[in-house]
Protein backbone atom coordinates (compact mmCIF):
# COMPACT_ATOMS: atom_id res chain seq x y z
CA UNK A 1 0.00 0.00 0.00
CA UNK A 2 1.40 3.83 -0.90
CA UNK A 3 2.68 5.17 2.54
CA UNK A 4 4.43 8.65 2.64
CA UNK A 5 6.76 9.00 5.67
CA UNK A 6 8.02 12.62 6.65
CA UNK A 7 10.58 13.40 8.74
CA UNK A 8 12.82 16.42 10.09
CA UNK A 9 10.56 18.75 11.31
CA UNK A 10 11.98 20.04 15.06
CA UNK A 11 12.27 23.68 16.91
CA UNK A 12 14.56 26.07 15.25
CA UNK A 13 15.26 29.49 15.40
CA UNK A 14 14.11 32.20 13.46
CA UNK A 15 16.65 32.61 10.37
CA UNK A 16 17.62 28.84 10.91
CA UNK A 17 17.65 25.88 8.24
CA UNK A 18 15.83 22.62 8.34
CA UNK A 19 15.66 19.85 5.79
CA UNK A 20 12.80 17.49 5.53
CA UNK A 21 12.34 14.74 4.56
CA UNK A 22 9.90 12.30 2.95
CA UNK A 23 9.91 8.72 2.06
CA UNK A 24 7.69 6.57 -0.02
CA UNK A 25 6.93 2.85 -0.59
CA UNK A 26 4.12 1.06 -2.17
CA UNK A 27 4.16 2.99 -5.20
CA UNK A 28 6.54 3.21 -8.50
CA UNK A 29 7.80 7.18 -6.84
CA UNK A 30 9.42 7.90 -10.22
CA UNK A 31 6.21 8.00 -11.92
CA UNK A 32 4.71 11.08 -9.84
CA UNK A 33 4.94 14.41 -9.04
CA UNK A 34 4.90 15.30 -5.39
CA UNK A 35 4.65 18.29 -3.25
CA UNK A 36 4.64 19.73 0.30
CA UNK A 37 1.76 21.50 1.69
CA UNK A 38 1.76 23.03 5.06
CA UNK A 39 -1.09 23.58 8.22
CA UNK A 40 0.09 26.04 10.57
CA UNK A 41 -1.50 25.36 14.14
CA UNK A 42 -5.57 26.01 13.96
CA UNK A 43 -5.55 26.96 10.38
CA UNK A 44 -5.93 25.64 7.03
CA UNK A 45 -3.87 23.99 4.26
CA UNK A 46 -1.74 25.70 2.19
CA UNK A 47 -0.13 23.96 -0.72
CA UNK A 48 4.22 25.08 -0.88
CA UNK A 49 5.74 23.81 -3.45
CA UNK A 50 5.76 21.00 -6.26
CA UNK A 51 8.49 18.62 -8.32
CA UNK A 52 7.53 16.65 -11.27
CA UNK A 53 8.43 13.24 -11.47
CA UNK A 54 12.14 13.68 -13.09
CA UNK A 55 12.96 17.04 -11.08
CA UNK A 56 12.68 18.58 -14.07
CA UNK A 57 9.70 21.07 -12.96
CA UNK A 58 9.42 23.23 -9.58
CA UNK A 59 7.24 25.67 -8.02
CA UNK A 60 6.95 27.66 -4.85
CA UNK A 61 4.25 29.25 -3.42
CA UNK A 62 5.09 33.43 -3.32
CA UNK A 63 5.58 32.51 1.29
CA UNK A 64 8.61 30.38 0.49
CA UNK A 65 9.96 31.41 -3.00
CA UNK A 66 13.83 32.15 -2.68
CA UNK A 67 13.78 30.09 0.59
CA UNK A 68 12.57 27.17 -0.03
CA UNK A 69 14.41 24.59 -2.22
CA UNK A 70 11.97 20.93 -3.28
CA UNK A 71 14.17 18.25 -4.21
CA UNK A 72 14.15 13.81 -4.61
CA UNK A 73 16.15 11.59 -5.37
CA UNK A 74 14.18 8.96 -7.48
CA UNK A 75 16.73 6.30 -6.69
CA UNK A 76 16.11 6.72 -2.76
CA UNK A 77 12.21 6.56 -3.51
CA UNK A 78 12.81 10.22 -1.44
CA UNK A 79 11.37 14.08 -1.38
CA UNK A 80 13.13 16.73 0.15
CA UNK A 81 12.44 20.47 1.43
CA UNK A 82 15.15 22.25 2.35
CA UNK A 83 13.90 25.65 4.26
CA UNK A 84 16.22 28.43 4.85
CA UNK A 85 15.80 31.88 6.61
CA UNK A 86 12.71 30.43 8.43
CA UNK A 87 10.36 32.68 10.02
CA UNK A 88 7.70 32.85 12.67
CA UNK A 89 5.04 32.19 9.99
CA UNK A 90 7.06 29.07 8.80
CA UNK A 91 5.45 26.98 11.86
CA UNK A 92 3.16 24.87 10.82
CA UNK A 93 2.64 20.78 9.90
CA UNK A 94 4.54 19.73 6.41
CA UNK A 95 2.69 16.99 4.47
CA UNK A 96 4.13 15.51 1.85
CA UNK A 97 1.79 14.39 -1.13
CA UNK A 98 0.97 12.33 -3.91
CA UNK A 99 -0.02 14.07 -7.09
CA UNK A 100 -2.64 11.83 -8.62
CA UNK A 101 -2.58 11.75 -13.03
CA UNK A 102 -4.76 14.40 -12.62
CA UNK A 103 -1.94 17.31 -11.81
CA UNK A 104 -2.37 19.14 -8.32
CA UNK A 105 -5.15 16.26 -7.16
CA UNK A 106 -3.03 14.96 -3.98
CA UNK A 107 -4.41 11.60 -3.29
CA UNK A 108 -2.44 10.29 -0.70
CA UNK A 109 -0.34 12.47 2.36
CA UNK A 110 1.80 11.52 4.94
CA UNK A 111 1.30 11.88 8.23
CA UNK A 112 3.23 15.00 8.32
CA UNK A 113 6.22 16.88 10.64
CA UNK A 114 6.06 19.80 12.58
CA UNK A 115 8.28 22.83 12.13
CA UNK A 116 8.59 25.20 15.46
CA UNK A 117 10.22 28.34 14.19
CA UNK A 118 10.80 30.11 17.75
CA UNK A 119 13.56 31.88 20.00
CA UNK B 1 -3.72 33.96 -8.32
CA UNK B 2 -7.27 32.45 -7.62
CA UNK B 3 -8.98 32.94 -4.52
CA UNK B 4 -11.09 30.06 -2.87
CA UNK B 5 -14.07 30.96 -0.55
CA UNK B 6 -16.18 28.30 1.62
CA UNK B 7 -19.66 28.63 3.22
CA UNK B 8 -20.61 27.88 5.60
CA UNK B 9 -17.47 28.44 7.37
CA UNK B 10 -18.72 25.82 10.02
CA UNK B 11 -22.29 23.97 10.86
CA UNK B 12 -23.71 21.34 13.26
CA UNK B 13 -25.34 18.76 12.46
CA UNK B 14 -26.86 15.38 13.53
CA UNK B 15 -26.61 11.82 12.55
CA UNK B 16 -29.18 11.01 9.13
CA UNK B 17 -29.06 14.81 7.88
CA UNK B 18 -28.42 15.93 4.56
CA UNK B 19 -25.40 18.38 4.19
CA UNK B 20 -24.13 20.58 2.11
CA UNK B 21 -20.92 22.96 1.58
CA UNK B 22 -20.40 25.48 -1.26
CA UNK B 23 -17.42 26.50 -2.54
CA UNK B 24 -16.78 29.41 -4.77
CA UNK B 25 -13.49 30.42 -6.79
CA UNK B 26 -12.59 33.72 -7.84
CA UNK B 27 -12.80 32.83 -11.40
CA UNK B 28 -13.17 30.31 -13.95
CA UNK B 29 -11.83 26.58 -12.85
CA UNK B 30 -13.65 24.48 -15.13
CA UNK B 31 -14.51 21.10 -13.29
CA UNK B 32 -10.93 21.47 -11.59
CA UNK B 33 -12.00 21.13 -8.29
CA UNK B 34 -11.38 18.65 -5.31
CA UNK B 35 -12.55 18.14 -2.27
CA UNK B 36 -10.99 16.48 1.04
CA UNK B 37 -12.19 15.77 4.38
CA UNK B 38 -9.45 16.17 7.32
CA UNK B 39 -10.30 14.98 11.31
CA UNK B 40 -8.27 16.44 14.28
CA UNK B 41 -4.48 15.28 14.29
CA UNK B 42 -4.58 13.26 10.76
CA UNK B 43 -3.91 14.25 7.38
CA UNK B 44 -6.72 14.93 4.73
CA UNK B 45 -8.13 12.55 3.28
CA UNK B 46 -9.19 12.90 -1.20
CA UNK B 47 -12.89 12.54 -1.46
CA UNK B 48 -14.35 14.43 -4.65
CA UNK B 49 -11.84 14.84 -7.53
CA UNK B 50 -12.40 16.80 -10.54
CA UNK B 51 -15.51 18.26 -9.17
CA UNK B 52 -17.92 15.17 -9.27
CA UNK B 53 -15.66 12.04 -9.49
CA UNK B 54 -15.76 10.03 -6.00
CA UNK B 55 -11.86 8.77 -5.03
CA UNK B 56 -11.91 4.45 -4.89
CA UNK B 57 -12.80 3.67 -1.40
CA UNK B 58 -14.91 6.81 -0.36
CA UNK B 59 -18.60 6.00 0.28
CA UNK B 60 -21.15 7.14 -1.90
CA UNK B 61 -22.90 9.04 0.40
CA UNK B 62 -20.34 12.01 -0.52
CA UNK B 63 -21.28 13.57 -3.91
CA UNK B 64 -19.54 16.50 -5.55
CA UNK B 65 -21.52 18.96 -8.52
CA UNK B 66 -20.04 22.31 -10.14
CA UNK B 67 -18.56 23.95 -12.81
CA UNK B 68 -16.84 27.41 -13.45
CA UNK B 69 -16.63 28.71 -10.33
CA UNK B 70 -19.84 27.50 -8.27
CA UNK B 71 -19.35 24.10 -6.44
CA UNK B 72 -20.96 21.94 -3.86
CA UNK B 73 -20.43 19.10 -1.32
CA UNK B 74 -23.32 17.11 -0.61
CA UNK B 75 -23.06 14.11 2.19
CA UNK B 76 -26.61 12.80 1.41
CA UNK B 77 -26.97 11.09 5.18
CA UNK B 78 -24.20 12.38 7.85
CA UNK B 79 -22.76 9.85 9.77
CA UNK B 80 -20.53 9.65 12.75
CA UNK B 81 -17.23 9.09 11.02
CA UNK B 82 -18.07 11.88 8.98
CA UNK B 83 -17.69 15.00 11.28
CA UNK B 84 -14.67 16.42 10.44
CA UNK B 85 -13.54 19.79 8.63
CA UNK B 86 -13.76 20.12 4.48
CA UNK B 87 -11.35 21.90 2.32
CA UNK B 88 -12.06 22.65 -1.04
CA UNK B 89 -9.04 22.78 -3.58
CA UNK B 90 -8.43 23.99 -6.95
CA UNK B 91 -6.27 22.23 -9.39
CA UNK B 92 -6.48 24.84 -12.49
CA UNK B 93 -3.74 26.83 -11.36
CA UNK B 94 -1.23 27.04 -8.55
CA UNK B 95 -2.89 24.86 -6.03
CA UNK B 96 -5.37 26.90 -3.58
CA UNK B 97 -7.33 25.65 -0.59
CA UNK B 98 -10.32 26.95 0.38
CA UNK B 99 -10.40 27.96 4.05
CA UNK B 100 -12.60 24.81 5.40
CA UNK B 101 -15.77 23.80 6.80
CA UNK B 102 -16.05 22.31 10.35
CA UNK B 103 -18.97 19.97 10.57
CA UNK B 104 -19.99 19.21 14.26
CA UNK B 105 -22.03 17.47 16.24
CA UNK B 106 -25.55 19.50 16.84
Known amino acids: QVQLVESGGGLVKPGGSLRLSCAAS????????MSWIRQAPGKGLEWVSY????????NYADSVKGRFTISRDNAKNSLYLQMNSLRAEDTAVYYCAREATAMATFDYWGQGTLVTVSS | DIQMTQSPSSLSASVGDRVTITCRAS??????LNWYQQKPGKAPKLLIY???SLQSGVPSRFSGSGSGTDFTLTISSLQPEDFATYYC????????FGPGTKVDIK
Open chain 2, 50 to 52: AAS
Open chain 2, 89 to 96: QQSYSTPA
Open chain 1, 26 to 33: GFTFSDYY
Open chain 1, 51 to 58: ISSSSSYT
Open chain 2, 27 to 32: QSISSY
